[in-house]
């Protein structure tokens, strides 16, 4: 079993809508999560972190986490042409990050 | 403020060349991290450093070493590159306080 697993996609959603980005860790122990967006032939970028159960908004991204279940997602509302990208989940395990192998994202106009 | 800058941005290199990649951050980070990332694959670690003088292996560091120069610059070198080594690399620093992670913008290699 992957460390991190994310379903390679393409997920494929029309402008406008929400976009939903899974995450599953196997490491119980896990206590920070992060969600990189990563442009093609650019480097990862930072956009979410969240360490407690619950929801983390900020702006058109929620982050969601659930630690009973190891899963950790990512909405992205209003999806702009523009979000078009891979999304990686990464898992912090003693000061690494451990990467899933992304989601790739195609808002269609 | 230029965050993480790595030099070059691409190169080719022969079977059996040696070569090195440099990785600088102007944010005064203690850890530094060097990845690769191929396709299918996501990104893996290679070597990391946890402060200046300490360095430790990764997920994936044979073919490789590192020096961490000093605070600021953390080096990954490539003594005999092997068509199996071309990759992307990326070098990233990690905030003190947190786990949050900064990347470079990628070095492609490719061996032939």
Redesign the interface.
């Known amino acids: 079993q992957k460390e991190v697993e994310q379903n390679?996609g393409p997920l494929s959603v029309p402008e406008g809508a929400i976009a939903s980005l899974n995450c599953t860790y196997s490491d119980r122990g896990s206590q920070?999560f992060?969600w990189y967006r990563q442009y093609s032939g650019?480097?990862?970028?930072?956009i979410m972190?969240i360490y407690s159960n619950g929801d983390k908004e900020d702006g058109r991204f929620t982050a969601q986490l659930n630690k009973a279940s190891q899963y950790v997602s990512l909405l992205i509302r209003d999806s702009q042409p523009s979000d078009s990208a891979t999304y990686?989940c990464?898992v912090?395990q003693g000061?690494?990050?451990i990467?899933?192998?992304?989601t790739e994202l195609s808002v269609k106009p | 403020n230029a965050g993480v800058t790595q030099t070059p941005k691409f190169q080719v290199l022969k079977t059996g060349q040696s070569m090195t990649l440099q990785c600088a951050q102007d944010m005064n980070h203690n850890?530094m991290?060097w990845y690769r990332q191929d396709p299918?694959?996501?990104?893996?670690?290679i070597y990391?450093s946890?402060s200046e003088g300490t360095t430790d292996k990764?997920e994936v560091p044979n073919g490789y070493n590192v020096s961490r120069l000093n605070k600021r610059e953390f080096s990954l070198r490539l003594e005999s590159a092997a068509p199996s080594q071309t990759s992307v690399y990326?070098c990233a620093s990690?905030v003190d306080s947190?786990?949050?992670?900064?990347?470079?913008?990628?070095t492609r290699l490719t061996v032939t």
């Open positions: 390679s920070s992060f650019k480097s990862p970028e930072l972190f990686l990464a912090n000061g690494k990050l990467f899933g192998q992304g | 850890s991290y299918g694959m996501g990104l893996r670690l990391y946890a990764g990326f990690r947190s786990y949050e992670q900064y990347f470079g913008p990628g």
